[in-house]
T-cell receptor, first 115, second 113 residues
Framework: IAGITQAPTSQILAAGRRMTLRCTQD?????MYWYRQDLGLGLRLIHY???????GKGEVPDGYSVSRANTDDFPLTLASAVPSQTSVYFC??????????????FGSGTRLTVV | ELKVEQNPLFLSMQEGKNYTIYCNYS?????LYWYRQDPGKSLESLFV?????AVKQEGRLMASLDTKARLSTLHITAAVHDLSATYFC?????????????FGKGTKLSVKP
């Protein structure tokens, strides 16, 4: 089934630990995105990638890094987790990029708790 | 910076009633999305509105876009319990510094018998 796979689905993480959230898509979409969802704040963009080999910062990038080695994978890394990074993380992808982006698809999310 | 405001943020309705959720945004865009999210689930695409005056309907939900007023509405007709969920609008900023999709904070809809 075409779509986005995120792993893990949930995780409890000790503060200060490093963690990588995985995201894989099989739709050959050019652009991929990481959002965090917090109660009362909607979804906010962390990082994005318009094509393999390029990444960009979103609205709330501090404390996170990403890489895009190939079209399908877009991992999000927390180098040293802090409790304020407790959130639900959604990976998304789109056909086209920038002003031509369309056909957004969202993964099922990763619920991360930093204690 | 593009801002997207939804209201109301919480909506408790009785079954059979009608209501409208509003989505206002602060800068020019002619592409707007509506999503539904059930608790603990991902976002489900409901509507994509691509031009001024666009109107789309699916079942008891109808969405419209007025780009001149920078306003989209999601109208609920004769609500049923199955419509209980959180609804988000998202405006396309065409790849600006905030990224493509700028989300409102969501409207949590509860439909009671």
């Amino acid at each position: 089934i075409a779509g986005i796979t995120q792993a893990p689905t949930s995780q409890i993480l000790a503060a200060g630990r490093r963690m990588t959230l995985r995201c894989t898509q099989d739709m050959r979409h050019n652009a991929m995105y990481w959002y965090r969802q917090d109660l009362g704040l909607g979804l906010r963009l962390i990082h994005y990638s318009n094509t393999a080999g390029t990444t960009g910062k979103g609205e709330v990038p501090d404390g996170y890094s990403v890489s895009r080695a190939n079209t399908d994978d877009f991992p999000l890394t927390l180098a040293s987790a802090v409790p304020s990074q407790t959130s639900v993380y959604f990976c998304a992808s789109s056909k086209g990029t920038g002003a031509r982006a369309y056909g957004y698809t969202f993964g099922s999310g990763t619920r991360l708790t930093v204690v | 910076e593009l801002k997207v405001e939804q209201n109301p943020l919480f909506l408790s309705m009785q079954e059979g009633k009608n209501y409208t959720i509003y989505c206002n945004y602060s800068t020019t865009s002619d592409r707007l999305y509506w999503y539904r999210q059930d608790p603990g689930k991902s976002l489900e695409s409901l509507f994509v509105l691509l031009s001024n005056g666009a109107v789309k309907q699916e079942g008891r939900l109808m969405a419209s876009l007025d780009t001149k007023a920078r306003l989209s509405t999601l109208h609920i007709t004769a609500a049923v319990h199955d419509l209980s969920a959180t609804y988000f609008c998202a405006v396309d900023s065409y790849g600006g510094s905030q990224g493509n999709l700028i989300f409102g904070k969501g409207t949590k809809l509860s439909v009671k018998p």
